[in-house]
Nanobody, 122 residues
Framework: QLQLVESGGGLVQAGGSLRLSCAAS????????MAWFRQAPGKEREFIAA????????DYAGSMKGRFTISKDNAKNTVFLQMSRLEPEDTAVYYC????WGLGAMGRYDYWGQGTQVTVSS
């Protein structure tokens, strides 16, 4: 089993920044790609970005490019999401997820964290 634990959420003013972390533990060898998603109240879950543990290739949702940056620390089995110029519309629960195949939003992610709340005030 693979466990994913997100941290770093909180309340931030519009225009501010936050960095989320996702620590992976357990069967980390079973994972190839780590991704971030978010879900706002009343909305569907939305793909943000993904990164490969090996090589660091990334993939972003078009609307997320420029303000969101995904990165990783292989030594710590941790993936990050740096968010900048946050807007109230970014308010959501942010989840990290993992699977053992390719980048992108399509297809199933097998492991999910519990989520961390990000609230952006205007």
């Amino acid at each position: 089993q693979l466990q994913l634990v997100e941290s770093g959420g909180g309340l931030v003013q519009a225009g501010g920044s936050l960095r989320l972390s996702c620590a992976a533990s357990g069967r980390t060898v079973s994972t190839t790609v780590m991704a971030w998603f978010r879900q706002a109240p009343g909305k569907e879950r939305e793909f943000i970005a993904a990164i490969k543990w090996s090589g660091g290739s990334t993939d972003y949702a078009g609307s997320m490019k420029g303000r969101f940056t995904i990165s990783k620390d292989n030594a710590k089995n941790t993936v990050f999401l740096q968010m900048s110029r946050l807007e109230p519309e970014d308010t959501a629960v942010y989840y990290c997820a993992s699977r053992n195949w390719g980048l992108g939003a399509m297809g199933r992610y097998d492991y999910w964290g519990q989520g961390t709340q990000v609230t952006v005030s205007s």
